[in-house]
């Protein structure tokens, strides 16, 4: 009889904190939304978003987002508009223990600034997404140019290798090289403060144009991408300190094990 009893008490408790638990969620929907709070995260890039910005993407779906009840939120429907933005990369949207929206947003971080040859400019983020230039502000990124014949299509992504083949070279598209290129310069810092573009001079042969010095770099396909700039960067790093570099108008990255100067 008494386990009977214990059984029952049990199951009352129980009953009783769904029902507050319940009602608690009920009088937590039923408040007014307290406020707003916008994170952005720029990712180590120059600001491509502002909380003004987000604030009307929001005002698209909510009229008076303010003046709402937190359960009428539709937190789906705000992180999609969010995401509208191209520089956006990842958003959350949630309402916190006050009662307020909290949104966390990260923004694309731009890679590369590519100028085709049908005149458009754009960048390349370090997801191989594209994204159109900012009306108010430029990012200071290495530029490509020359023989770049893809266009600007905004839902595009360019595809990420680890390592790209001799053979796969002529499979894998000239903006995806340069991408791939772009990649392992951006990873060294002394790379990143080297190379100031990319020049394509047809589709499997490029060049590295150094931000001083007006001596050019023969990089050649995209192929061996990785050993060719870590025996440039070991290159500057030594040589600079035992030879007069101003006497050569190209270093050639073409040849394994080793870098060709060609003098003026």
Not at 13 to 18: A, R
Not at 63 to 76: A, H, M, P, R
Not at 202 to 214: K, M, N
């Amino acid at each position: 009889m008494k386990r009977k009893i214990k059984i029952a008490v049990w199951i009352v408790v129980i009953i009783g904190i769904i029902a507050a638990l319940k009602y608690a969620d009920y009088r937590f929907k039923k408040q007014e939304l307290n406020e707003i709070i916008i994170d952005i995260d720029i990712n180590g890039s120059e600001p491509l978003i502002d909380e003004d910005e987000i604030r009307e993407l929001i005002q698209q779906g909510h009229d008076s987002i303010q003046d709402q009840e937190v359960g009428q939120i539709d937190l789906q429907m705000i992180e999609n508009l969010i995401m509208t933005n191209p520089y956006v990369l990842s958003v959350n949207a949630f309402i916190n223990m006050d009662a307020s929206l909290e949104i966390s947003v990260k923004q694309r971080q731009p890679l590369l600034r590519i100028f085709n040859s049908a005149g458009d400019s754009y960048y390349v983020d370090y997801e191989g997404a594209l994204l159109p230039l900012h009306p108010t502000t430029s990012v200071y990124v290495p530029i490509a140019s020359g023989k770049i014949d893809g266009e600007f299509l905004p839902s595009l992504t360019y595809r990420r290798f680890d390592t790209i083949t001799e053979d796969q070279c002529r499979l894998v598209l000239v903006e995806e090289k340069l991408f791939h290129i772009a990649e392992f310069i951006k990873e060294d810092s002394l790379l990143s403060e080297l190379v100031a573009q990319i020049y394509v001079a047809d589709a499997s042969h490029f060049e590295l144009v150094p931000r001083i010095g007006d001596h050019q770099i023969i990089f050649g396909d995209a192929f061996d991408s990785k050993e060719k700039l870590t025996k440039l960067r070991y290159f500057y790093s030594e040589a600079y300190r035992q030879y007069d570099l101003g006497i050569y108008k190209a270093f050639d990255l073409r040849y394994r094990n080793q870098v060709v100067c060609v003098k003026k």
